[in-house]
């Protein structure tokens, strides 16, 4: 499987590092069944803040380091990504990411 590289920034950081990171594309909370350390979104809605407990990692196409979800994640270590183009049609269901800052 090959590894796929998000172009974006950090809105919240975390000591995780996001290299060849497992990922998971979830529409909704109840797509997420604890197989990977990191979920793909469409935007950061608070919903999602339940499922800090068990992610490492949030890449979104929509947000702001100001939205719920990234206050929550940074008081879980929970690194968010906002990626700088459209990944949610563009991207497997599930796979490995690598994410590069520009």
Do not use: W
């Amino acid at each position: 499987m090959n590894t796929i590289t998000i172009r974006g920034e950090y809105v919240v950081r975390s000591e995780f590092s996001a290299f060849d990171v497992p990922y998971l594309v979830i529409e909704n909370i109840d797509e997420y069944k604890g197989e990977a350390p990191c979920i793909v979104v469409n935007s950061l809605h608070p919903d999602y803040s339940l499922l800090l407990g068990s992610i490492r990692l949030v890449v979104a196409e929509n947000g702001s380091a100001l939205s719920h979800l990234a206050t929550i994640a940074r008081e879980y270590d929970v690194a968010v990504f906002l990626s700088r183009e459209k990944i949610m049609t563009k991207i497997p269901q599930r796979g490995t990411l690598t994410l590069t800052e520009c």
